[in-house]
């Protein structure tokens, strides 16, 4: 791991503390006081992310960024030399690509000024080298995009116009929702972005139609004195700035990695077997979960080795229906009914397809489960269903009593040898 000098954070008291406040976990808040190094840099302990969570190399550093990348070439010696792409996240799920035409020794974290339209902003860097090439790929820009260049590594008065712009953006948010209320416009603000040096605004906002915000811009212009930029953004993207986590207990799909959004509906539900129910596959978007789609190829493929449920099983005593099947453990059910669960039988879908074959030549079976040998069945893999969970539990002896201080046990000792005198003396008689 890399050691320098700058690791810590101690401001001289003679000396104001700079509020650095970049977009690294941050969804509008600040980093708190920390003091820039001589060279204007960030502290490592931020620029790495190990700022309260503990050191991390040089190209794992967890910002707390959303759409976080591992850069596991970042410590190479020629990876920079080779390509002078940078890639600088801004607020939330916002990414752009540079050009490092100054040949500026930036590391993961480094908050930086970028050329804009107009004036410069201000974004972390959060990818060196050859892995931007494959980022522009993956963001579907194509290679005679012209990128926009890096200015420098931000300085003391960056950092505070950055703050001070940032600081409105709340603000600027409630006050725009109300003015597109009295205009009557049936859009949604969801978040509102100052550009760092102040000059330009970019209002992002969610509606079900086309929307005429000319008048909508001329009153914003009129109400911030700012450059206004209109984004449209659909729900997922907006569950994906806002961020969160899902029912499975980790940060939203969409905040942390996931950027290309594909159409989900309820067949990806059917194919899985899953229950219909919206309450369940909703996300925070309200759409439909994109996990939903991860397994579905796998679910397909498995299906096609299952029988199909118009197919009967013909046995000497009784006809078989497909009731249900287990698609990735290759199970399936019969039952005597088509439409009841009566003298069910789980069998491999192997076992199913053997006897649809003896059915086709004209035989049938005595049972679906003749052929198949115990011993040489495989087992489960789950250790909970092949023995019985208290079988190390170890078993109570019971105590035995002391008859010879027990008052009953005595008293019955003396009542049979009275009776076994007795019936000893009839037999003399």
Known sequence: MEQ???????????????IAFGEQATQGKSLGKVELNSDNRLPLSWRNGSAGRGLTARGCGQDQCQLNVHDY?????????????????????????????????????DMVAVEAAPGHDIGVVTMTGRLVELQLKKAQLKADTELKRIYRIAREIDLEKYE?????????MIESRQIAKDLGLEMKIGDVEYQGDGQKAIFYYIADGRVDFRQLIKELAAAFHVRIE???????QEAGRIGGFGPCGRELCCSTWLRNFHSVNTSAARLQDLTLNPQKMAGQCAKLRCCMNYEVDQYIE????????????????????????????????????????ENLVTISSERATEVI???????????????????????????????????FDRKKKKKKKNRKNDP????????NRVSRGSTDSRKNK
């Open 302 to 341: 498995a299906s096609r080795r299952l029988p199909s449920r118009e197919v009967e099983l013909e046995t000497e005593e009784k006809t078989y229906h497909l009731m249900k099947a287990d698609i990735l453990s290759g199970e399936v059910t019969y039952s005597t009914d088509r439409k009841r669960a």
């Open 4 to 18: 320098r000098d700058d690791q810590t954070t101690t401001a001289p008291k003679d000396k104001s503390d700079i």
């Open 73 to 109: 070439m970042a410590d190479l010696p020629d990876n920079t030399a080779v390509c002078d792409l940078v890639e600088v996240q801004f607020k939330n799920t916002r990414k752009g690509y540079y050009h490092n035409d100054s040949h500026l020794d930036l590391k993961k974290g």
């Open 357 to 391: 074959a003896m059915n086709r030549d004209g035989v049938k079976p005595h049972s679906l489960t003749e052929d198949t040998d115990p011993e040489h069945t495989n087992k489960s893999l789950d250790l909970a269903t092949q023995e019985d969970v208290n079988r």
């Open 164 to 172: 001070e712009a940032k600081g409105r953006e709340h603000e600027t």
């Open 408 to 415: 009953s046990s005595t008293a019955a000792t003396e009542q």
């Open 230 to 236: 209109m984004k449209q953004i659909g729900a997922r």
